[in-house]
């Protein structure tokens, strides 16, 4: 949806479409950064990092939370990334598309960008196995200040709720997603109140706004230095699912709801909790809990872990939608996409990701068992995203958009060294257990480069032994076959050569149809493709046809649905008169020059496990026949 679209109000007036799209907003896009003061000060007066709960401590880590928050959310994102939008589409993947036609003078950087856009996918779906997990555990870890000896039912409970929300998601969000906003609205709400509540026993902590209790910060603490920031850094968790879920609401909803709602409601927050600190230097064991009144606790453990599961819901989708994408792109193996709504596109169920990101949840919490340890985990996986949002941004503002070199450079290197930073202060994390978003990202990377190699090398084999077209439809008038009645669909990768499945049908059935169509689906680095763009017709005499079916890397590429918009006389795609011809090949590998053997040997597993087109491209199950054939890379 672009972002003219999602500001158009399609029911009532323009003031109830827009406080809807708000809200709306609100309960997708800010679940994640919006619950990041259940955790953020507890782990940064942890102890781990030395900072003594003073007047200059706390002062100053609230003063760094503040500007990190104005600069990389408000500055950064809402007023540079999310005019990068790829037709009102946002999120890594979209911006990898984005910045690889921006780059496409330059052949060796857009290979480059293409690998950076893969990598942050990568970490991404790190951070989706990591956001879950840190999120509801630290909201049930409420319940350790309300009773005393429940610790050890904290973990159950944790794993009790997420594995709940796994097994609802085929059934779809549509549901209960109404109710996303609304509870979101109060979770703000709520925390604007408590941080009231905390500030008016302790107004002096207002005076962290002043950029001064930074610097102050570095200087009087020179040994924790940037260190502190791998745990700043948690308070600017979800700021790339702004970026992600763009296309569901456009900019405008997104930054508005960012600017008069949640940032004044983070910056309360956090703001109460130090003032807490300041007046109970004991509260840093939980201090978004202790802020609350005793009679507020229970109510709050219970508001915190609804917010938590709908933060967790929005990471969980749009892994989804990532995956779809990647998918579309020729990143990864094809796979069965679920729709769940009706109405709503955007909402999709991919049950392999899905099964995937649970197991991976459950060994998270059963591993790390507290929120505590869980955050040396974070950031990792989150600064480096941001990191490759930066660079890719960089690239389309440089050479898409043509911005005046004296403006974009000295910004963009603002950007990155702030990122860098960021970035830097979490890599000892990755030895305190912040290895497993990152072999996670680099175990979907080689998997991704993997596929798109091996897809391309057998395209190359493939294409070897190939027949030219012109010749084979030269031979079909000297020496004509029998001609069976209807309308044969050949899916094949190439537009000039003849398709294998053809050349084995006729070699052994002996016939061919009236219509042979060879039919390409190609995808492109856009999310959608207009309908009088979807498809082009070649005539090649003697019955063949040549189509190609274009789709945006969004579009749902129902191949029957978008051939019965192919007004040609001569073509008939009735159900009961087209018959589909597809090909399976299987991979063998050899010593060839291509990938590593062990690389040759994952993709021919990914290639055999691979969902077939005949479901992907919603062919007709009783219409489709496959032939199959060896392929050596």
């Known amino acids: 949806m672009s972002e003219v679209a999602a500001d158009q109000p399609k029911h009532g007036s323009a003031t109830s479409s827009s406080i809807g799209l708000l809200v709306g907003a609100v309960g997708v896009v800010y679940g994640d950064i919006g619950t990041s003061p259940l955790y953020t000060l507890k782990e940064v007066f942890s102890g781990q990092y030395g900072v003594q709960v003073g007047h200059e401590g706390v002062l100053g880590i609230l003063s760094l939370i503040f500007w990190s928050l104005v600069w990389v959310v408000s500055i950064k994102y809402m007023l540079f990334v999310l005019r990068a939008d790829n037709q009102g589409e946002g999120g890594v993947m979209a911006l990898t598309a984005l910045a690889r036609r921006a780059a496409a003078p330059y052949p060796r950087l857009k290979a480059v960008l293409v690998l950076l856009g893969l990598f942050g996918a990568g970490l991404f779906y790190g951070d989706s196995m990591i956001t879950p997990a840190i999120s509801v555990l630290s909201a049930v870890e409420g319940l350790e200040i309300a009773f005393d000896g429940v610790e050890h039912w904290v973990v159950p409970l944790a794993l009790i709720l997420l594995v709940g929300l796994f097994l609802i998601q085929k059934h779809g969000t549509a549901r209960i997603g109404t109710?996303?906003?609304?509870?979101?609205?109060?979770?703000?709400?709520?925390?604007?109140?408590?941080?009231?509540?905390?500030?008016?026993?302790?107004?002096?902590?207002?005076?962290?706004?002043?950029?001064?209790?930074?610097?102050?910060?570095?200087?009087?603490?020179?040994?924790?230095?940037?260190?502190?920031?791998?745990?700043?850094?948690?308070?600017?968790?979800?700021?790339?699912?702004?970026?992600?879920?763009?296309?569901?609401?456009?900019?405008?909803?997104?930054?508005?709801?960012?600017?008069?709602?949640?940032?004044?409601?983070?910056?309360?927050?956090?703001?109460?909790?130090?003032?807490?600190?300041?007046?109970?230097?004991?509260?840093?064991?939980?201090?978004?809990?202790?802020?609350?009144?005793?009679w507020a606790l229970l109510p709050l453990v219970g508001l915190s872990t609804?917010?938590?599961?709908?933060?967790?819901?929005?990471?969980?989708?749009?892994?989804?939608?990532?995956?779809r994408q990647a998918i579309q792109l020729g990143y990864i193996p094809r796979m069965h996409i679920q729709h769940t709504s009706s109405e709503e596109q955007g909402q999709i169920y991919v049950g392999a990701v899905n099964w995937a990101l649970m197991i991976a949840v459950v060994l998270l919490v059963l591993g790390f068992e507290s929120s505590g340890a869980l955050a040396s985990a974070y950031g990792v996986a989150v600064t480096g995203t941001m990191l490759i949002t930066t660079l890719l941004v960089s690239v389309v503002m440089l050479l898409l958009w043509k911005t005046p070199r004296?403006?974009?450079?000295?910004?963009?290197?603002?950007?990155?060294?702030?990122?860098?930073?960021?970035?830097?202060?979490?890599?000892?994390?990755?030895?305190?257990?912040?290895?497993?978003?990152?072999?996670?990202?680099?175990?979907?990377?080689?998997?991704?480069?993997?596929?798109?190699?091996?897809?391309?090398?057998?395209?190359?084999?493939?294409?070897?032994?190939?027949?030219?077209?012109?010749?084979?439809?030269?031979?079909?008038?000297?020496?004509?076959?029998?001609?069976?009645?209807?309308?044969?669909?050949?899916?094949?990768?190439?537009?000039?050569?003849?398709?294998?499945?053809?050349?084995?049908?006729?070699?052994?059935?002996?016939?061919?149809?009236?219509?042979?169509?060879?039919?390409?689906?190609?995808?492109?680095?856009?999310?959608?493709?207009?309908?009088?763009?979807?498809?082009?017709?070649?005539?090649?005499?003697?019955?063949?046809?040549r189509v190609i079916l274009h789709f945006g890397f969004m579009d749902e590429p129902d191949v029957p649905a978008a051939l019965r918009l192919c007004h040609l006389n001569e073509l008939d795609f009735s159900p009961m008169r087209t018959t589909w011809f597809l090909?399976?090949?299987?991979?063998?590998?050899?010593?060839?020059?291509?990938?590593?053997?062990?690389?040759?040997?994952?993709?021919?597993?990914m290639l055999r496990n691979a969902n077939s087109n005949l479901r992907f491209f919603n062919l007709p199950l009783n219409r489709v026949i496959e032939l199959g054939t060896q392929v050596e890379i």
């Open 179 to 294: 109710l996303f906003g609304p509870v979101m609205v109060l979770w703000f709400g709520v925390l604007a109140a408590l941080g009231i509540y905390g500030i008016l026993r302790q107004p002096q902590v207002l005076q962290a706004v002043n950029p001064y209790w930074c610097v102050h910060f570095f200087i009087a603490h020179p040994g924790i230095g940037v260190a502190i920031l791998g745990a700043v850094v948690l308070a600017l968790t979800g700021a790339e699912a702004l970026y992600a879920d763009m296309g569901h609401f456009g900019r405008k909803p997104i930054a508005r709801a960012w600017f008069f709602l949640v940032l004044p409601s983070l910056v309360l927050n956090y703001f109460g909790q130090g003032a807490l600190l300041l007046d109970n230097p004991a509260a840093a064991r939980n201090p978004f809990y202790l802020l609350a009144p005793s």
């Open 306 to 323: 609804l917010a938590t599961i709908i933060a967790s819901q929005a990471v969980i989708s749009g892994a989804f939608s990532l995956t």
């Open 406 to 545: 004296w403006l974009a450079i000295p910004l963009l290197l603002s950007f990155l060294l702030v990122d860098v930073l960021f970035f830097a202060a979490n890599v000892p994390k990755i030895i305190q257990g912040g290895a497993f978003p990152v072999l996670a990202g680099i175990a979907l990377f080689i998997l991704m480069t993997t596929w798109k190699r091996g897809r391309q090398l057998l395209v190359d084999r493939l294409d070897e032994s190939a027949l030219p077209l012109p010749l084979f439809i030269s031979s079909i008038r000297s020496q004509p076959p029998f001609r069976a009645q209807g309308t044969a669909v050949f899916l094949t990768a190439r537009s000039d050569a003849v398709p294998h499945a053809l050349l084995h049908n006729l070699l052994h059935n002996q016939v061919l149809h009236e219509q042979v169509v060879l039919l390409t689906v190609a995808s492109e680095d856009e999310p959608r493709v207009a309908p009088d763009r979807r498809f082009e017709v070649e005539v090649y005499g003697e019955g063949f046809f």
């Open 583 to 605: 090909s399976r090949e299987t991979v063998i590998s050899t010593k060839r020059f291509g990938m590593a053997r062990w690389r040759e040997v994952l993709f021919a597993f």
